[in-house]
């Protein structure tokens, strides 16, 4: 049985920092291009970055310059640090394992707010 299991999210002042983690199970991590998804209420589900299998990072604008993703292999473990947050980011956020098939991960909550 797949499972994505997102943590890390929580309430944040606008400035500060979060780091969430997805431990994924089931699946040959090292084969799969995992990504962080946000969706923030009333809007779509939105790409923030992804990391390849081969541990190449990309980013959206929505990701760029503030959010960084990385991965670990040993610990089938994908991660976004977010620093700088701003009220904008509020948001659910998803984790996403991308190969052949497609799984999705339960999402975190992460709320910037003074």
């Known amino acids: 049985q797949v499972q994505l299991a997102a943590s890390g999210g929580g309430l944040v002042q606008p400035g500060g920092s979060l780091r969430l983690a997805c431990a994924a199970s089931?699946?040959?991590?090292?084969?799969?291009?995992m990504g962080w998804y946000r969706q923030a209420p009333g809007k779509q589900r939105e790409l923030v970055a992804v990391?390849?299998?081969?541990?190449?990072?990309n980013y959206t604008d929505s990701g760029k310059g503030r959010f960084t993703i990385s991965s670990d292999n040993a610990k089938n473990t994908v991660y976004l640090q977010m620093n700088s947050l701003k009220s904008e980011d509020t948001a659910v956020y998803y984790c996403r394992a991308t190969a052949l098939r497609i799984y999705w991960g339960q999402g975190t909550q992460v709320t910037v707010s003074s």
């Open positions: 089931g699946i040959v991590f090292s084969e799969y291009t």
């Open positions: 990391i390849t299998s081969g541990g190449r990072p």
